[in-house]
């Protein structure tokens, strides 16, 4: 089993920036990729980025690319997002998720979300 922890989240004025992580932990963890999602309320859950583990090459939603950086610490076992410039819209619950294997794509393990909410 893997379990994801994610922290950072909180309150942040429009503009402002906030730093979020996930610490993975449990078996060797060696996935093949890791992202971040976000669900806002009423809303389905959409993806926000995703990095492979080894090769570092990310990929992100359109609404974020330019203003969110996803990295990871490998011999941490950590998944980071850097988040600038920051939107109302942007509010919602961020969740981290660990994707096993380049041959099914899924994200196997999910974290339990936390909280960024963003005032204008």
């Known amino acids: 089993q893997v379990q994801l922890v994610e922290s950072g989240g909180g309150l942040v004025q429009a503009g402002g920036s906030l730093r979020l992580s996930c610490v993975a932990s449990g078996r060797t963890f060696s996935p093949y990729a890791m992202g971040w999602f976000r669900q806002a309320p009423g809303k389905d859950r959409e993806f926000v980025a995703t990095?492979?583990?080894?090769?570092?090459?990310?990929v992100y939603a359109n609404s974020v690319r330019g203003r969110f950086t996803i990295s990871r610490d490998n011999a941490k076992n950590t998944l980071n997002l850097q988040m600038n410039s920051l939107k109302p819209e942007d509010t919602a619950v961020y969740y981290c998720a660990a994707r096993l294997n380049i041959a099914t794509p899924r994200f196997d393990y999910w974290g339990q979300g936390t909280q960024v909410t963003v005032s204008s």
């Open positions: 990095i492979t583990w080894s090769g570092g090459v990310a």
